[in-house]
């Protein structure tokens, strides 16, 4: 894992500035408008925005095939329009102070070593080493975030049962039953 030093001094010279466009949240390819967010951050929009859990948030749309009539997901992802985020409104964040880590984090990515960087129009915008600090720890943190999300859904899943012919969410918090 990388730390916090190695990965500011990697940000800062890509450089990033956040232009206010919006397209991260848009719909511009197939899925590139898709949050993943953990159980934890739909709970902290729902608290926001007294909104319930499916109107915050809807499974990850690849279903694997549980082999007896049922299948399963295992994440979820903010609710989408059929062109953007619900939380864009007005070409902003509704929700920005509450927005998830992808969100805070974009169009910056760690997994493992490695920082993947995203298309941006705000690419190449130079950046304090301050504000690339920020940047740094945010993705940091979020990459602790995941791997404890990731491994709360594996234990999750070694004693999951999928119900024949259903339809779940297998989260870090446990085995959602989706009802059409
Ligand atoms: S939660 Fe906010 S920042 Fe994230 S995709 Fe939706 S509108 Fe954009």
Redesign the pocket.
């Known amino acids: 894992m990388l730390g916090v030093d190695d990965v500011r001094d990697q940000v800062g010279s890509i450089g990033f500035g956040c232009r206010g466009c919006g397209a991260?949240?848009r719909r511009v390819a197939e899925d590139s408008?898709l949050?993943i967010v953990s159980p934890a951050e739909v709970r902290a929009i729902m608290a926001a925005t007294g909104m319930a859990w499916d109107e915050v948030a809807e499974p990850y749309p690849d279903f694997i095939d549980a082999g007896n009539g049922g299948e399963y997901t295992l994440a979820w992802c903010?609710r989408r329009t059929a062109d953007a985020?619900i939380?864009?409104r007005d070409g902003r964040?509704s929700?920005?102070a509450h927005?998830?880590w992808i969100?805070r984090t974009y169009p910056f990515m760690l997994v493992d070593d490695d920082l993947l960087v995203s298309e941006c129009p705000g690419l190449g915008t130079p950046l304090s080493p301050g504000a690339a600090h920020d940047v740094a720890l945010g993705l940091c943190r979020r990459q602790v975030a995941e791997a404890a999300e990731e491994a709360g859904v594996r234990a999750v899943y070694r004693k999951a049962r999928v119900p024949p012919g259903g339809r779940v969410v297998i989260d870090s918090e446990g085995v959602k039953v989706l009802h059409d």
């Open positions: 991260c949240c408008n949050v903010i985020c939380f864009l964040c929700i920005y927005r998830p969100c």
